[in-house]
Antibody, heavy 115, light 107 residues
């Protein structure tokens, strides 16, 4: 069965960087793009963008340009979200998701930014 | 970017009642590519409806979606206790975006 398994919770200080992983299994990794969604505490879902798992080309929603980078390691069927120069406002649960052949979500990764 | 506005923000109803949730788009959603999700605390969103009106696999018949263009509705015909949750619409016809959500709470 299709599974997206994300890395564990992170606690970071403002100005640091974080890299969240999303490991896919149960399907051919390059058959479906990977999307990233943010959910701040008590807030709604924000679509951050997606990465084409065939070409490696990312596309970012307007609010997520600059400090956010999507990448891949197709050899291990894993997508990554890196956030640099972390701010307190980046505190959120980050989800990866695959929508091309169904609707599959990772379990979410809580990133907490606090001094 | 298509902006989705959901209403009401909070809906207070009792089990057995009918729930009607609205999602309005700032411009027409191409091909009516509009989905509805349910989210419970601590869980990832769960797809209920895609293509505005098609139920996802395993979703009970009491959930139905309707609408086209810029106005969409999710209807839950008879609320069960497990239906009280957050609901989001998402459009995927022009890039993607989510509405801000409707909280369905027990009255």
């Amino acid at each position: 069965q299709v599974q997206l398994v994300q890395s564990g919770s992170e606690l970071k200080k403002p100005g640091a960087s974080v890299k969240v992983s999303c490991k896919a299994s149960g399907y051919t990794f390059t058959d479906s793009s990977i999307h990233w969604v943010r959910q701040a505490p008590g807030q709604g879902l924000e679509w951050m963008g997606w990465i084409n798992t065939n070409t490696g080309k990312p596309a970012y929603a307007q609010a997520f340009t600059g400090r956010f980078v999507f990448s891949l390691d197709t050899s291990v069927s894993t997508a990554y979200l890196q956030i640099s120069s972390l701010k307190v406002d980046d505190t959120a649960v980050y989800y990866c998701a695959a929508f091309d052949y169904g609707d599959y979500w990772g379990q979410g990764t809580l990133v907490t930014v606090s001094s | 970017e298509i902006v989705l506005t959901q209403s009401p923000g909070t809906l207070s109803l009792s089990p057995g009642e009918r729930a009607t949730l609205s999602c309005r788009a700032s411009q027409s959603v191409p091909s009516n590519y509009l989905a509805w999700y349910q989210q419970k605390p601590g869980q990832a969103p769960r797809l209920l409806i895609y293509g505005a009106s098609s139920r996802a696999t395993g979703i009970p018949e009491r959930f139905s979606g309707s609408g086209s263009g810029t106005d969409f509705t999710l209807t839950i015909s008879r609320l069960e206790p497990e239906d009280f949750a957050l609901y989001y619409c998402q459009q995927y016809g022009n890039s993607r975006s989510f509405g801000q959500g409707t909280k369905l709470e027990i009255k």
